[in-house]
């Protein structure tokens, strides 16, 4: 069975001590028992040792960690509906014709996979506007140089 729960997606805790908290996963384990994922701020245990300071600016103490949850116990929350939902997948055609997968909200319909290409689409517009920023510098630069001869 495929993971269809990412890093980076908010969740909600549907089973354990720590059931109806939300958080956003920092990591899917993949391993031969079950899959697992790591939810920030959720199923927090203590180490039994202590730990000592480093050196004058680090604290000493025990150290809390968040734990791996089993991918069963999780859900994941749409961002357009924000509920807690299963998931489905519908396979479309890019375009270039190949087929991609695409995570959908079983409550509402909506892909659940928008967060990422609009980071995608920031990280390009910055690129562009960086480009423009530069082209702009060299083509002053080039009309300074013009007028002063």
């Known amino acids: ?3 269809s729960i990412k890093k980076e997606d908010a969740v909600q805790i549907i089973a354990g001590a720590d059931k109806g908290k939300t958080g956003e996963v920092i990591a899917v384990i993949k391993g031969e028992k079950g899959d697992k994922v790591v939810v920030k701020g959720s199923n927090l245990s203590t180490d039994k040792h202590f730990v000592k300071p480093r050196n ?3 604290r000493g ?3 809390e960690k968040e734990r791996a949850i089993d991918i069963s116990n999780v859900m994941i929350i749409c961002p357009s509906c924000g509920k807690a939902t299963r998931i489905a997948v519908q396979v ?4 270039n014709g190949k087929k991609v997968k695409t995570r959908v909200c079983k409550k509402c319909g909506e892909s659940l996979d928008k967060r990422k ?3 995608a689409t920031k990280k390009k517009a910055s690129k562009t506007a960086a480009k423009k920023t530069a082209t702009k510098k060299t083509s002053s630069k080039q009309s300074d140089e013009t007028s002063k001869n």
Not at 92 to 95: A, S
Request: no cysteine.
């Open 117 to 119: 290409s609009v980071r």
């Open 56 to 58: 004058a600016q680090q």
């Open 61 to 63: 103490g025990i150290i």
């Open 1 to 3: 069975m495929s993971i």
């Open 92 to 95: 479309g055609e890019d375009e």
